[in-house]
C-alpha cells in the first residue's frame, strides 16, 4: 500500500507540473529567445534577470498617440503666437 501511495504521488509531481505549455516566446534579430508574459494587458520581454516593456499593447499605442498629438497642438499653438 505504501508503495501504491509513492507511486501515486510521483505520478501526481510528474503530471502536475506545467512545462513549455501556454507560453509565448519571441526570438531577436540575434537569434536569442525571450519568453513574453502579460501583466495588466502589458507584454513584457522576460529574462532571468530583468523584464524589458514591449510597448506595443493597446494601451501603449493610444497613450502614444494621445502624448504626440499634444506635442503637435502645443508645437502648432507656439508657431502661430
Do not use: P, W
Not at 24 to 29: K, P, V
Not at 31 to 57: A, Q
Not at 69 to 81: C, G, N, S
Request: a negative charge; proline letters at 0%.
Amino acid at each position: 500500500m505504501k508503495k501504491l501511495l509513492l507511486l501515486a504521488l510521483f505520478a501526481m509531481i510528474m503530471v502536475g507540473c506545467k512545462d513549455e505549455e501556454g507560453r509565448n516566446y519571441a526570438t531577436d534579430e540575434r537569434g536569442y529567445t525571450y519568453e513574453v508574459s502579460v501583466i495588466d494587458s502589458c507584454e513584457y520581454f522576460v529574462t532571468l534577470n530583468y523584464m524589458v516593456h514591449k510597448g506595443n499593447c493597446r494601451f501603449c499605442i493610444e497613450r502614444n498617440r494621445k502624448m504626440i498629438k499634444a506635442q503637435i497642438d502645443t508645437a502648432l499653438i507656439e508657431t502661430f503666437d
